[in-house]
Structure formats: structure tokens, C-alpha cells
């Protein structure tokens, strides 16, 4: 029946990445339900306070930018479904301990902070470690697939789980939805450990002497791979707040209640899916161009929806600006990616990882500072300007220096010379 799967799903052909891609699409679905759930108490308990959001958020995102190029060398040096394993077991516990403490009547702002501090620091492990574990999974040549099927099933998952959530809260609190995510942990450990360890392509002998300032080097030395990181960094940094932005757009301008707090969060998850489902066909390298042009248009469409006059074309605008933010990540992730040497590419993408979600802490701070003077809206302005910004930047530099001589060997040995459009 595998053989059967049309081009698009290919790298489900692989059993083992099927039990993962199942396993997260519960634990997924489960997580953005935690999100909403969380963030929602927070408004209640500080009166629909952004900087206490802003804070959540921050706290949760800051072990990334602290530690995820650690998390990175964990990954190289052990076995990476135990890691992942023991990370998830970890970020089960730790909502299964804030859903008692809300059921108990006892949740405090303080609580919140701490679990987004904990699951930050599972996740400074986690994240680096699953996206190098994708390659085991199912080798080189199905790599590109394998992860715009990933942001696929992230997406759907994050469609579910905000609609599902809006409907918990309403109905039974949200104790009962940080339960549910809670447990959907265990799809994900169900599903790693009936993998076949003779199936995974794992890279023999080497890896453990990896340093991370040697890929660090390699991608300055890299102009195609530095440029979209900038961008990245830029957009990461202004355009990719919605965990904060989204609730306050709800609450404090068009005064919803969970449910409809929760389509606003599925419209844009929506256009996500749509964008990683997009993606599944592509089979070589982006050009530069497709990922300026891709930010472009992203930066267009958040500030649009800063300026949507009503709650129907907030959800069409978040919609399509869901599909060009995904778009957008996926064209800097491929180009980055598959532009890397292999021997530095886990590295590389340790440090894509840092840059776009180490990012979102100095964002959150800045972004909650900016609703709390200028309003919910300021929030998606000032970040569309911003990204908008940065991509014009980007662009005009590209038509300036339209070639760069980019090394493509390694830092300290011999190199091959090549000429790379930034």
C-alpha cells in the first residue's frame, strides 16, 4: 500500500518516519492546544496584560537562544531517539504538573513562568535533535520531502489543536486541555520506540568530535548561506510574534471569546498547511530570490492584517499571511540546507534554529512593550514594517553584489571556490 503514495508523501513510504510523522501530529496538536490554553489563563489572571504575555513567551524561547547549540552537540554525540524519548517523557511531566496545579485552584502567574521555563530548556534538546534525526530517518534523497511533510503535519496539527482548545476551554476549562496535551506526549514516545534501529541511516564514527565553532566558521565563510540567515533573524526577530500578537488581536480589538480566539489561531495555522504542502515538491535548492520575494510578501501581509477592519478579514489576512510566513521558512530552511556541505549541515542547522526561534525572546519583550502603548495592533504593524524592511535590504544588497565568491569546503582545509548568488 506504501508503494500506492502519490509523489507528495513519498518520505511516508519509509515505516519509521510514519510511526514519528504520527506520533507528532497528536503531540503536536496537543502542544498548540497547551498554547492556547496557556495564554489564555494568563490573560485572565493579569487582566489581558501583553508584557505578562510577552514574558511567557520570552521565558520559554530564551533557553533556545541560550543552549540550543549545546542541544546540538547532545544530538551528535547520542543516540537520538533516546534523547527525544527522554524529552518528550520530560515535557509530558511538565504539563501534567501545571494541569494539576489549575485544577487544584492553585496555578499562579509565577507557575506559568516557571513551566515555560522548563519547557524551554527541554526544548533547547529537543528541537536540534529531531530535526537531525529527520536524515535518519529516512536518508539523504528523501530529506527535502521528509521536511516539508514536517511542517506539513506541524500545521495540521496546529489547525486542530487551537479550534479544539477554543471548544475545551469554553466547555470545560483549561486544566482539562493542559491534561490532554499532557498525555499526547506519549504518542510520540509510543512511536519512537517501535522504530527499527537496523532501518535508521546513521552517519558512522566521527561525529562526536564535532565542534560548534567550526560550523560556526563555515557558515560565516558562506555568503548564500549567511544572507538568508540575516533575513531570517530579522523576521524572527519583528515578524514571527503571533503566539503573543494573536491573542491580544482577539481579545483586546475585537473582544473575542476562546472560540473565536481559536479559529483566528486555526486561519493562520490554515494558510501554514497550505504553504508546507506547497513546499513537498520542490527537489532541488531555492533560488535567493524566491526567499526575499517570499518575505516580501509576508511583510505586506502581517501589516495588513495590523490594519484588518474587522474580525472576517483578520481571519482571511492571517489566512495568507499563515501561507507566506511558512513559505518564507521553508525557502530560507532548503536553501540553507541543501546548500550546506553534509559534514556541517547538523551544525548549520543548529544554528537556523537558534537564529529563527533564539530570536523570539528579544521580539516577544520588545513586541508586548509596543501593544502595551500603542495598542494590539502595533504588534503586527510594526512587525510587517520591520520584515518588509529587511527584505528590501536584502534585496537591494542582492542587486549591488549579485555574485559572491562563497567557499564550499571546510573552513581550515582545502576549498573549492564556486560562484553562489546571495
Keep these: 500500500m506504501t508503494a500506492l503514495l502519490p509523489e507528495t508523501f ?3 513510504r519509509v515505516r519509521n518516519f510514519r510511526l514519528f510523522a504520527g506520533g507528532q501530529i497528536v503531540s503536536v496538536a496537543g502542544t498548540w492546544m497547551m498554547v492556547v490554553a496557556q495564554d489564555w489563563l494568563v490573560l485572565g489572571l493579569t487582566g489581558d496584560s501583553g508584557t505578562a504575555l510577552g514574558t511567557v513567551t520570552a521565558l520559554q524561547f530564551t533557553p533556545l537562544l541560550l543552549f540550543t547549540l549545546y542541544g546540538g552537540r547532545l544530538a551528535d554525540r547520542y543516540d537520538k531517539r533516546m534523547l527525544l524519548t527522554i524529552t518528550n517523557l520530560a515535557s509530558g511531566a511538565l504539563a501534567l504538573l501545571l494541569s494539576l496545579l489549575v485544577f487544584a485552584g492553585a496555578a499562579g502567574l509565577w507557575h506559568i513562568y516557571a513551566f515555560a521555563l522548563g519547557l524551554g530548556l527541554v526544548n533547547s534538546v529537543e528541537v ?3 530535526m537531525a534525526f529527520v536524515s535518519e530517518l529516512v536518508g539523504a534523497e528523501l530529506l527535502p520531502n521528509a521536511s516539508a511533510l514536517s ?3 506541524f500545521n495540521a496539527a496546529r489547525v486542530v489543536g487551537p479550534a479544539v482548545s477554543g ?5 470545560v476549562g483549561t486544566g482539562w486541555v493542559m491534561l490532554v496535551n499532557a498525555a499526547s506526549y506519549g504518542a510520540t514516545v509510543v512511536g519512537l520506540r517501535l522504530m527499527r534501529s537496523a532501518e535508521l541511516h546513521r552517519v558512522a564514527g ?4 564535532s565542534r560548534v565553532v567550526d560550523g560556526l566558521r563555515y557558515t560565516v565563510s558562506r555568503a548564500d548561506l549567511r544572507v538568508p540567515m540575516v533575513l531570517v533573524a530579522a523576521i524572527g526577530l519583528f515578524g514571527l510574534n503571533f503566539q503573543l500578537t494573536l491573542p491580544l488581536l482577539a481579545k483586546s480589538v475585537f473582544h473575542s471569546d476562546a472560540s473565536s480566539f481559536g479559529l483566528l489561531t486555526a486561519a493562520f495555522a490554515a494558510g501554514s498547511l497550505m504553504a508546507a504542502f506547497a513546499t513537498t515538491a520542490r527537489r532541488g535548492r531555492p533560488p535567493a530570490r524566491l526567499v526575499t520575494g517570499s518575505a516580501v510578501v509576508f511583510g505586506v501581509l502581517e501589516t495588513s492584517v495590523g490594519l484588518a477592519p474587522s474580525y472576517a478579514a483578520a481571519v482571511v489576512l492571517l489566512f495568507l499571511t499563515g501561507f507566506a510566513a511558512i513559505y518564507f521558512a521553508q525557502a530560507a530552511n532548503h536553501r540553507i540546507q541543501l546548500g550546506s556541505d553534509p559534514r556541517y549541515r547538523g551544525r548549520v542547522l543548529a544554528l537556523y534554529t537558534l537564529i529563527l526561534q533564539g530570536s523570539t525572546p528579544l521580539g516577544a519583550l520588545l513586541v508586548g512593550w509596543l501593544t502595551e502603548r500603542w495598542g494590539a495592533r502595533s504588534g503586527f504593524v510594526v512587525g510587517g514594517l520591520a520584515s518588509l524592511t529587511a527584505a528590501m535590504v536584502t534585496v537591494a544588497a ?8 562563497v567557499r564550499t569546503g571546510v573552513p581550515h582545509g582545502t576549498v573549492q571556490k564556486t560562484r553562489e548568488p546571495i
Excluded: E, F, Q
Excluded at 167 to 171: H, P, R, V, Y
Excluded at 206 to 209: K, N, Q, S, Y
Excluded at 399 to 405: C, F, K, S, V
Design 10 to 12: 513519498r518520505a511516508l
Design 128 to 130: 536540534p535533535t529531531r
Design 151 to 153: 511542517a506539513a503535519y
Design 167 to 171: 471548544l475545551l476551554i469554553t466547555a
Design 206 to 209: 566521527g561525529r562526536t568530535r
Design 398 to 405: 542582492g542587486r549591488r553584489h549579485p555574485r559572491h565568491t
